[in-house]
Nanobody, 123 residues
Framework: QVQLVESGGGLVQAGGSLRLSCAAS????????MGWLRQAPGKEREFVAT????????YYADSVKGRFTISRENAKNTVYLQMNNLKPEDTAVYYC????????????????WGQGTQVTVSS
């Protein structure tokens, strides 16, 4: 049974930082590209960042480019999202997801999902 478990969310002031983690089990982690997507209240889920199986290729949404960094440790079956200079518009539930190919920016491209972790940025 595949499980993706996110952690690290919370409440932070604008300009602050958070680091999200996603621990994977039940799948061959190194064979999957990993992504972070988010969903704000009343909005559709949107792409944030993705990283290739080996960790050498990354893509970011324009809204987070230069502020967020995705990384992974295949030995620990874990993917991270370092979020700096957070803004109130970053407030959302953040989801970790696994995709069979790199470059997945649509929800439909992802096979497995975590339960999400709440990030709230106060102004």
């Amino acid at each position: 049974q595949v499980q993706l478990v996110e952690s690290g969310g919370g409440l932070v002031q604008a300009g602050g930082s958070l680091r999200l983690s996603c621990a994977a089990s039940g799948l061959t982690f190194s064979r999957y590209a990993m992504g972070w997507l988010r969903q704000a209240p009343g909005k559709e889920r949107e792409f944030v960042a993705t990283i290739s199986q080996g960790g050498t290729i990354t893509y970011y949404a324009d809204s987070v480019k230069g502020r967020f960094t995705i990384s992974r440790e295949n030995a620990k079956n874990t993917v991270y999202l370092q979020m700096n200079n957070l803004k109130p518009e970053d407030t959302a539930v953040y989801y970790c997801a696994a995709a069979p190919t790199i470059g997945a920016i649509r929800q439909a491209n992802y096979t497995y999902w975590g339960q999400g972790t709440q990030v709230t940025v106060s102004s």
